[in-house]
């Protein structure tokens, strides 16, 4: 977009662009702006802030101008310190902004949650708009692939950067997944025990069978089943920090026996099993290699096993947040829950119940943030200052996803089509009673 296209979009007379564009209905938070901008860059703004559904925001810019929602009060203010910036977001707001963010040339002052969620509805909202820079810069943005060998590459961005970050703002048994929350009050700790001891009575988990885990992070589920539910595990990961943690554990709690940690990718599982479990690695495979993944299941699972997939998810099929996929989670990918399923059907697995925890991410993540707010000067000490800001942004901005709905978070229990050992009631889900 050139300065005169730019300056031709400001200038252009309110009833002119209406005759041009589709009527929009107007959104909870449209009114007029008050004190309308009289430069370049103020129309700019106020052109930004409309195409975002009006959002509850003040704006001040680097030139002492300040735009301000037309009624109510601001949740947030953002201040935007040059131009340059301003052309940035207008050019690419979904990752413009967290590169602004990171960069401290945007700084936010209030309600940086809330802010993202009503941020994530505009952009929601705009994306199908055919003039909608999401929709058009998304076209050519070049993302993470997930061979094997890019896949331990994108892992090691991620879950090797250091125990000692993560012991910081997780659980004390490291669980990095959706935790799940019998009571809203319930603790951190509590919750990611219930979460587990979840999965297992879906899986209906009894001694001395055998279990394969395809991604089992720091080891938290495996040493439960293997220390609650008396089973052995195989678990497979490809994080050279996770596994090292995950074997020393198993030795202190003595369950080297039952719970083995195998560093390798997935696709080399062999062996056969009673059940499957994959907590929080589906994000990580790939639409193009969901079919893969189902026929490793396809190829261990034992003519009467059982197996369980638990993910974060989209609505219907989207790419995740481009700036998370850049500089946090590279190669990631939430699949709709029909795309879940395209895991299962090439192979005639029968699905038994699906499980949307959504609300109990977004508590998770609030936990989770509060703990890393308290830390961010430890943070800040092993990393540095645009460390703390790309993290909170993250932590902000997935609680805001699972919020507002743009994030979900599914559990498929599945088993062989064929097979007759499946539930008769649902009654078993909410047994207490361990194994």
């Known amino acids: 977009m050139t300065r005169d296209s730019l300056e031709a979009l400001v200038e252009t007379p309110a009833d002119s662009r209406e005759a041009a564009e589709p009527r929009r209905e107007p959104s909870p938070h449209a009114a007029a702006l008050q004190s309308p901008p009289t430069t370049i860059d103020g129309r700019l703004v106020r052109y930004l802030i409309e195409s975002l559904g009006n959002p509850p925001l003040r704006v001040s810019l680097w030139n002492g101008e300040s735009i301000a929602p037309g009624e109510g009060d601001a949740m947030a203010q953002v201040h935007i310190a040059n131009r340059a910036s301003l052309l940035k977001l207008l050019a690419d707001p979904e990752f413009q902004f967290g590169e602004c963010f990171c960069d401290g040339t945007i700084q936010v002052e209030g309600d940086l949650v809330g802010l993202l969620e009503s941020l994530i509805a505009g952009l929601s909202a705009s994306a199908s708009a055919a003039r909608s820079p999401r929709s058009v810069i998304g076209r050519f943005r070049r993302r993470h692939g997930n061979s094997p060998a890019d896949a ?58 055998t279990v394969v885990e395809a991604g089992c992070g720091w080891g938290a589920l495996a040493l439960h089943m293997a220390a609650h539910y008396g089973v052995r595990v195989r678990a497979f990961n490809i994080s050279r920090e996770q596994v090292a943690h995950a074997r020393e554990q198993a030795c202190i709690l003595g369950l080297q026996q039952r719970a083995e940690f195998i560093e390798d990718d997935y696709r080399n599982i062999g062996g056969r099993f009673d059940a499957f479990v994959s907590v929080g690695m589906l994000e990580h495979v790939g639409p193009e290699h969901f079919r893969n993944l189902g026929g490793v299941i396809d190829r261990v699972l034992e003519p009467n096993g059982r197996g369980l997939l638990h993910s974060i998810g989209h609505l219907k099929p989207d790419p995740l947040n481009a700036w998370i996929e850049k500089r946090i989670f590279p190669g990631a990918y939430p699949p709709s829950l029909r795309e879940m399923l395209e895991v299962l059907e090439p192979w005639s697995f029968s699905v038994l119940d699906v499980e949307n925890l959504r609300l109990h991410y977004a508590l998770t993540l609030e936990h989770w943030l509060r703990r890393f707010d308290a830390a961010s000067e430890r943070v800040r000490e092993m990393y540095d200052e645009r460390f703390v800001r790309a993290w909170r942004l993250y932590l902000c901005g997935s609680q805001a996803a699972f919020r507002s709905g743009e994030m979900q978070l599914f559990q498929v229990l599945f088993a062989r089509g064929r097979s007759n050992a499946v539930p008769w009631t649902r009654a078993y889900l909410y047994d207490d009673a361990r194994g």
């Open 152 to 209: 331990r590459d994108n892992i090691q961005r991620h879950y090797d950067l250091g125990n000692d970050f993560y012991r910081l703002w997780l659980d004390r048994g490291l669980s990095y997944t959706c935790a799940y929350f019998r009571a809203p009050d319930a603790t951190l700790e509590q919750a990611q025990i219930d979460k587990m001891d979840h999965v297992c009575r879906k899986l209906r988990l009894r001694p001395d069978e």
